[in-house]
């Protein structure tokens, strides 16, 4: 017998003998075995329920009939605490007793593999018939992956299988027993004592030897639970050995202490002698209460009925995954703890929330939300996904339809606790929203008239604490959910909320996101027949509010289209809601196309979100009740999905919801295309593409969209690709629709007044921060790319298509990466070109030239070269009129340098196979541009002009000219020496001396530029005017004196004037034997002076800055002047005089001084 008391563990509550104490009901037990009896768990059919254990059977059903003692002790088991049989009844017989223990152990191998195992995505054995009695075979191991063969569960098997599992006992609602671990190559054979408490079919705590730190039962554990649940009748069953101690007397109880004690001294006897003493205290706490403790005899009333959880293990790993900051694959670790939430609450198991309960609370602890808070930095998109999903998951908890009121109390009451903390993150990333309450839908919400503009931010737990407010209590939903036969045909479709729709069958009208959070609930807590009824209901509801809405527009539209503005008509977006109602449509309705109908009454797919669904057929099931004919929840969940999809709304505030917006419109596209279309959906295709067209401001496609509106680029593609083999039109209608992007219009919207019935106004001339801009360009490229290639070949289409592109892509980088596609499609290897391809890649080409001529873009070159490609592809034609037109494409610099040289080069001429006559005409216009670029930018165009005229005397003479012309104003010395040299180099030296002089005139080189580029320009120059004659070489010497102040280039010019007779060889050339030019007379007089001037002036200006490492360069340039001066015929003289005055200027630099005197006397 047992009964409660205060004393803390191990004791879940006290037995006492009886008759001892008034708390002791005599005659509780009627019969049974001596002391130390045993019977075997063996139940009706031993094998029966072994097979039933592993779904080979159903359980409970055997070959013969079951008895009634079976049945009921089976249920008492099941759902009551075994005190509360106790008090139920004074006398239990032992049978029965039996009974009740013996039924108390789980009999599920579902719940072992749930707390034993992450779901991986391969087939559940437990969930399969048959499949967990293979595993030995190796037939259901043969397709797990390496690391799944590792979880516990999995490991526990194969130990089972390998009769590992021994000495197995049962002693009430306890179970012992050995586990031995096979020697492996560098660990011996271990042997693990495994304990396990349980009640009411549930463990209730676990404990093993081996040391485990884990979230999850060790191996050892599940081969002990497994051997119970397939192997009952090899089970040793006793009584709580409470029992076996009252019958007893006191010889025997005192035989029974000795030896127990005798057996275990070491261990327990300072416990045994405590407890003696304590006893023996008349005043002692422990006999203040009846009875002692028995850790076997079963769960009190008030013990909370629970699978063990180990809470330190859940906090401590989600701990160590946060830490770990998305790498080392702890992002994927903490999902699958999410997944293993979701798994909690579909198996109704109150430990989902007690464990989403320890890892937000670790999530709230994070030290790197203070600290991003702090520095203003955002958290990192996968992170932010985990708070998402946190957020959805306490959503789902909170909506449990059969939670008791106080549980969902105590939830509220956490909830707001850590939506107050101040790092709690916002729901929308960075920014706050003034989205309305998700209960303002229902009269049922509490908040429905609460202002927005005094509500703080909304977290991530904002939605669960509004929905905290919600109920299931409403008589229409309760209706829903529970028949699939709840109609009215008598109701008439010319209210706005109506109950039911003309079909007669039900509508829940209810803010979207709300009602679908709802369908999520029932499908987490595994009502997924509940879940699709509901589904359908606001499906039908969605329609019915599209064919409303398509009506009110029609009566507005003339109205709505001569404003061409529009308003949004849904601040809140379904695709990248918080929520994601249209993806939990979807997914509720594509899970009952794959699942059979029997299955589907209870749990839904064991595995479900676990990488199956691509393995699987989807199929056009038999149509639910409450669906028109045709229909199937195939249908249903593709058009919600495109209802979803096309819905206009605006774009949020903040990267991460603009991200979120992107990527779960990317999600939802990429389920769909798992699907293969057949006639029916292609007929749901059509229906939604007209409906979108059609819809004005409820749809995203419709005819006037805000300008803030979320493009449909990525959706109408989907659509274009779909629509295009059965219905071309309208794929082409749907995608040229898609094909704005009103934000970067120039011009906005001047305002939106006054707007109709449903149509929520939004700010009109808020400057837009569209983070995502950037991908929503790419995906309007891709776009307009995948109907350039659907097109190719049709003339109309093509047209059609480069007006839109033209009308509606503004950046140069997208429409080039066009025309550069275009020319690919239309160039390919295997066809002759499609001309009118290519001539659409030019059109794209041109405009890009034209949007890029005034700004800066580092493809500019590229984009050049490539467009004289494409038009060479086109045409000589085509080259002749970008040629003709070239001031409205190119620079002058890019029209010489490229554009025309390219046209000009041999390999254009052979690619177009141009005769004379043609080549001549084409030379013509390269040679207009060439001059007409020189007249505008002589500076870069003139070398480039005087080249491409070479061949045509009177267009190079009118170059030249037109150089000349600009050599006093706009040219520099370089470009002019430039010019010279290829002037020399074509054999004009008399032109070349020309220009070089012109060049002189804008050079100054200064006494300390003895490395400047030009030098070696000045040099060619005197050299040239060297070859030409003494009276060139007079005129330039001026020029030279007066542009060169560098005494080290002045002596080398010097030099190299002595070395030959001027007119009669090159500088470089061997000497002759003319009469050299003296140095007495002009020019060179002049020069001469002039270098001996620079060096007196160098080397002033050195001495006034001079340090001591550099004294010996110093003296080295000393030496060099001296050459210079004995040029000279008194340069001897000049040079003493000359150092004499340094000497005495410079008398304070003693060192320096010492040096010269030493080298210069």
Known sequence: MAERGQLPPPAKRLCCRPGYGSGCRPGQRAGGAGPGSGALCAGPSSAAAAAAALGLLPLGKTQSPESLLDISARKVAEKWPFQRVEERFERIPEPVQRRIVYWSFPRSEREICMYSSFNTGAEDPAATPGGAATTSGGAADSTAAADENRLPFRRGIALLDGGCVDNVLQVGFHLSGTVTEPAMQSEPETICNVAISFDRCKITSVTCSCGNKDIFYCAHVVALSLYR????????LHLPISETLFQMNRDQLQKFVQYLITVHHTEVLPTAQKLADEILSQNSEINQVHGAPDPTAGASIDDENCWHLDEEQVQEQVKLFLSQGGYHGSGRQLNLLFAKVREMLKMRDSNGARMLTLITEQFMADPRLSLWRQQGTTMTDKYRQLWDELGALWMCIVLNPHCKLEQKASWLKQLKKWNSVDVCPWEDGNHGNDLPNLTNALPQGANANQDSSNRPHRTVFTRAIEACDLHWQDSHLQHIISSDLYTNYCYHDDTENLLFDSHGWPLWHEHVPTACARVDALRSHGYPREALRLAIAIVNTLRRQQQKQLEMFRTQKKELLHRGVTSITNLEGWVGHPLDPIGTLFSSLMEA????????????DFMDNMGQCKSLEY????????LEEGDSYLTLAVEVALIGLGQQRIMPDGLYAQEKVCRNEEQLISKLQEIELDDTLVKIFRKQAVFLLEAGPYSGLGEVIHRESVPMHTFAKYLFTSLLPHDAELAYKTALRAMRLLV?????PSGDMSRPHHIASVVPNRYPRWFTLSHIESQQCELASTMLTAAKGDVRRLE??????????HSSSHIFKLAQDAFKIATLMDNLPDITLLKVSLELGLQVMRMTLSTLNWRRREMVRWLVTCATEVGVYALDSIMQ???TLFTPTEATSIVATTVMSNST?????????QQEKLAGSARTLALQCAMKDPQNCALSALTLCEKDHITFETAYQIVLDAATTGMSYSQLFTIARYMEHRGYPMRAYKLATLAMTHLNLSYNQDTHPAINDVLWACALSHSLGKNELAAIIPLVVKSVKCATVLSDILRRCTLTTPG?????????????????????????DATIGAYINTTHSRLTHISPRHYSEFIEFLSKARETFLMAHDGHIQFTQFIDNLKQIYKGKKKLMMLVRERFG
């Not at 196309?593 to 839904?604: A, L, P």
């Not at 140095?1079 to 060179?1084: E, F, N, S, T, V």
Request: charged share 25%; hydrophobic share 35%; proline share 5%.
């Open 744 to 748: 970067l219009e120039s011009t906005p």
């Open 593 to 604: 196309c794959r699942v059979d109908d029997e299955s589907f009454h209870g749990f839904s």
């Open 619 to 626: 199929q056009h099931l038999p149509a639910h009740k409450l």
């Open 229 to 236: 649940i397939r192997k009952p009748d090899q089970v040793k």
């Open 909 to 917: 001429i052979v690619r177009l196979h141009l005769d004379c006559h």
């Open 800 to 809: 059609t298509v480069l007006e839109s592109i033209q009308k509606n892509i």
């Open 1064 to 1088: 009669m060889v090159g500088l470089h050339g061997r000497r002759n034997s003319s009469k050299l030019m003296s140095l007495d007379k002009a020019p060179l007089r002049q020069l001469l």
């Open 885 to 887: 037109n070239w001031f």
